[in-house]
């Protein structure tokens, strides 16, 4: 960010975040400024693939991102995250080069965090749910975790 810009970039973001927010598949969008930095991030989340290339390759982002390149100084990067791995990634000064971890270990640290979890409530809810049918004590489980 150019000094003394933050204002014009603040106004560019609100426009650029509201234009995604019109954009179908669109899920969230949201500024990132870390108190004392000048370092901004734009987040957009969609809903799938296809409306995140919709949106990369939409006019207005077009026109948002020539914007604004007369208000930046650095490099810009864009950081792609599907799944987990958003999870794993936080923006940082080098977006452009930021890597997810593979998926075995997004894998792993899934496992290991959700594994004792299930086990705890299986210990908790089967004694409770053994005359149930096998299905509705199948249902059971997604039912509680989308809570």
């Known amino acids: 960010m150019e000094k ?12 650029i975040t509201a234009a995604a927010r019109d954009f179908p598949g669109h ?16 987040l957009y989340t969609l809903a799938d693939r296809n409306s995140l290339d919709a949106w990369l390759d939409s006019d207005e982002r077009g026109s948002g991102m020539a914007e604004v390149g007369e208000l930046t100084e650095a ?4 950081q792609k995250v599907t799944g987990l791995e958003a999870w794993f990634t936080l923006p940082g000064a080098n977006v452009a080069s930021m890597k997810p ?4 270990k997004m894998w ?7 594994y004792p979890l299930i086990l705890a409530l299986l210990g908790v809810l089967s004694p409770l749910l053994a005359g149930w ?15």
């Open 4 to 15: 003394g810009k933050d204002a014009d970039f603040e106004s560019w973001a609100h426009r």
């Open 27 to 42: 899920v969230g969008a949201s500024v990132l400024n870390l108190p004392g930095s000048s370092d901004y991030h734009v």
């Open 75 to 78: 490099e810009r990067g864009l």
């Open 101 to 104: 971890p593979p998926r075995w």
């Open 108 to 114: 792993l640290v899934t496992v290991a965090a959700i």
């Open 133 to 147: 049918p096998l299905p509705l004590r199948a249902l059971v489980f997604p039912w509680f975790w989308s809570r």
